[in-house]
């Protein structure tokens, strides 16, 4: 049987159709309503699994709109666009990876994604200047690695410290707001930052040579995207797990301030409510981004180690040559209610 592949014409609706009107949930005792959910969650990630973006490519070198690529011997491909340069379908096969690999990891509630017949995340969410770096395995087109660089969605750029400003994802979950924990906020707007979103790998690569490679892959994206940003983008931000996802970022050779004493909490309404109950605690982070001949010496140092044919010896040359740090800052005690809100 062919490769799905993701078509072109309107998004198809999927419901939960073999849920009997009236039938009462007992998720504790495993009743038919249960196990109707899980059927549904497995046809998701089975749907998710088999989509193929292997003509991606193509489409973002027809309109000229790739910001990068990368393809390697390794039978890997990365794209970097904007969102408003990918088609549509391809949006929704992306926003449907990423609510895959969040249900994989335990970080999307399944009873609300069930409950809301949902097969993907809402693209209305995703900014038309959202960047995304997607990693597929060439042959196949899958998807086995994925990041966002999200922009800020302020209509008009406004100053870090004007209360009139909308606040980012990472600011409302962990209740503080970035200009009271930086020394001087007080010439960036919210157009110079970008939030670091969703950084996966497929829980299929089970290989761990494959899996370094794809890290190598997304950091080549990152570094490419903010190259191409700069000097317009001054700092990363986002939230991530100390022993975990920290490391990418301090590859990429940034130093990472880490906000140690915050306290997360999304509505047990959010369908990504688990992802701050489950496993290794997220800390909130903010990194500068370095002067264009920084930017530049990173760019080549993760270039030439993707080059390499040992993802192994790449990853080791690349904290060789360039000195990413982590520094620890406090949040004032308790949420600020004002980026709570």
Known sequence: ?????????????????????????????????????????????????RLSFGRLADELRKNGAALHQFDQARGLTTLVAYSESIPERYLL?????????????????????????????????????????VTTHTGSGRIVGYVALAHSQDTKPRLLTDPARLLFPSEQVHGIQLQKLMDDPYTLTTHQIREVKRLVHAHSVTDRQTHLAITLELLAGI??????EHPGLKLLIGDVEEHIALRHLVLLGLTVRLVQGTNPKLSQQDVLHPRYNTGEKVLPFYARIPDADGVAERVTAIERALADESPIRGLRGVMAELSGTVQYIYAPEGRDEEAAA
């Open 1 to 49: 049987m062919d490769t799905p592949r993701i078509a072109a014409g309107p998004a198809p609706t999927l419901r939960p159709w073999s849920v009997p009107r009236g039938l009462p949930v007992d998720e504790a005792n495993g009743t038919p309503a249960t196990r109707v959910q899980d059927r549904y969650i497995e046809d998701i990630l089975r749907l998710n699994s």
């Open 93 to 133: 096969g992306l926003a449907g990876f990423r609510l895959a690999e969040y249900l994989n990891a335990g970080f999307a509630s399944q009873k609300l994604v069930f409950d809301r017949s949902l097969f993907c995340e809402p693209i209305q969410a995703m900014h038309r200047r959202d960047i995304h770096v």
């Open 223 to 228: 570094s490419k995207a903010v190259q191409t």
